[in-house]
């Protein structure tokens, strides 16, 4: 399946992500268009206020959590790195890694998008 | 296994929701809330449900606010919770352990591990409750079996004194009924539902000294000498020893009760009752409530030796004092209380 191989070749982990599924590939692909629309509506940026991110925090708690159980391992290990960051009162660092992981983050949805359409 | 048993799962993020509930589908009824407040809501409806998988992070009333519902509520004693985390810190699972989460599962989920982890827990909980179940059914049979034990014992003390065993039954019922009528009037004389149950049961023991009085007082048809009542008297003492002797036959909560009322309950509020001449609230209540439900009862019935007295007649010869003097909040209670059910009647 083109979007499975797509998604591989981006360091998504497909084969454990359809596994915690029971095995069902539908059911992993319909839950990737559910992810893709998720993390725009979340529309975390790098210029979040560096006094108050509460709510950033908890987005991108959420985020870190989905990605990890659809194994979308890049997104998964950036955000973990960001809401640690966060947890710490460390925005500014948190704030280079979303800014690296973001450009990936995009590669990840346009390739969702663009198989799922 | 069976598919009768239902999880429900609590997320806002509806992926995990979804994943959650592919994972557990085949054996489980699945039901899903993407809040707090929602799940709250189910586990208060009808739903039967055997285990809960909770978000620990979510908008509005959050894991731990759930927790402390069903804390609240007690149902966290027979429904086992895993709280759902991605890496909460030490400090938040633990505040989700003393609430009585048994466990916890980390996102992402490793599917194969979460399955047994939770059939094991579900399993364990099933025959955990259900021998709860069993046991506290086997309490309640053991309390209906030892207080008809209690009942027969206080009729037999009765059948000595030429009574049908009827007057147990109806000083139970009417103290039960005065019992509550003081505690909702009253703060000072409050007590709980249970307790007034506990209350009533006891005084069908009332009377129980009365098997160590000779036939010749107990069912003489006159009046009796001075001596002779001297002797009846002692019923009281002779019934609160004789309880003394035996406390394994009546519950431990209900046993204070019994030899109370046993011993007090021909005490008056002026300290001019028997057998130890207390005064006021030096009475226990409850005791004070059989000695009015006794007196009336007395009243009220038909003996050998006496019509019953009216309904007005019994209430007035008890405000008048000729029957001894009792609390004026209990009279005042007893007479609203009669009242009623004569008007209903």
């Known amino acids: 399946m083109k979007l499975f191989d797509d998604l591989k070749a981006l360091g998504v982990n497909v084969n454990d992500g359809v596994n915690r599924l029971g095995g069902n590939e539908n059911l992993y692909k319909r839950l990737l268009g559910t992810f893709a629309k998720t993390i725009k509506s979340y529309d975390i940026q790098p210029d979040f206020d560096e006094e108050n991110y509460s709510e950033i925090t908890e987005k991108a708690h959420a985020i870190k959590g989905i990605a990890g159980n659809l194994s979308i391992t890049p997104i998964y290990e950036g955000y973990t790195q960001i809401v640690s960051l966060l947890r710490s009162s460390e925005p500014m660092h948190a704030k280079e890694v979303l800014k690296r992981i973001l450009p990936i983050q995009n590669g990840i949805i346009e390739c969702i998008e663009k198989n799922l359409n | ?345």
């Open chain 2, 1 to 345: 296994m069976d598919k009768e048993k239902t999880i429900l799962i609590v997320d806002d993020m509806e992926i995990n929701r979804i994943i959650l509930a592919e994972i557990f589908k085949d054996n489980y009824n699945i039901l899903q809330a993407c809040n707090g407040d929602r799940a709250i809501e189910m586990l208060n409806g009808a739903y039967d449900i055997s285990a809960v998988l909770l978000d620990l992070v979510m908008p509005g009333t959050d894991g731990l606010g759930v927790l402390r519902d069903m804390k609240k509520s007690g149902k966290i004693v027979a429904i086992p919770v895993f709280l759902i985390t991605a890496e909460e810190d030490e400090k938040t699972l633990m505040e989700g352990y003393h609430l009585g989460a048994v466990d916890i599962i980390r996102k992402p989920f490793m599917s194969h591990f979460l399955k047994h982890r939770v059939n094991n827990i579900i399993e364990l909980y099933g025959h955990r409750n259900d021998l709860a179940k069993v046991v506290e059914e086997q309490i309640a049979r053991l309390n209906h079996l030892n207080q008809s034990m209690i009942e027969i014992l206080a009729t037999a003390v009765e059948f000595r004194d030429c009574e049908s065993g009827e007057h147990v039954k109806r000083i139970s019922g009417m103290t039960k009924a005065l019992m509550t009528e003081v505690s909702n009037r009253y703060p000072e004389y409050y007590m709980t539902a249970d307790e007034v149950d506990k209350i009533s049961k006891s005084s069908v023991l009332h009377d129980v000294g009365k098997i160590s009085i000779p036939d010749r007082i107990l069912t003489k048809p006159g009046r009796l000498t001075p001596e002779e009542y001297e002797i009846m008297k002692l019923h009281t003492v002779k019934g609160y020893d004789f309880l003394m002797q035996f406390p394994d036959i009546i519950d431990e909560s209900t046993y204070k009760y019994s030899c109370d009322i046993c011993r007090y309950h021909h005490e008056r509020w002026d300290g001019k009752g028997y057998p130890d001449g207390l005064k006021g609230d030096e009475i226990p209540i409850w005791a004070q409530v059989v000695s009015i439900a006794d007196v009336y009862d007395a009243l009220t019935a038909e003996r050998v030796y006496k019509k019953p007295f009216s309904h007005e007649k019994a209430l007035e010869m008890i405000k008048n004092g000729e029957c001894g003097t009792f609390n004026p909040k209990l009279l005042e209670a007893f007479e609203s209380l009669t009242n009623n059910w004569k008007n209903n009647n």
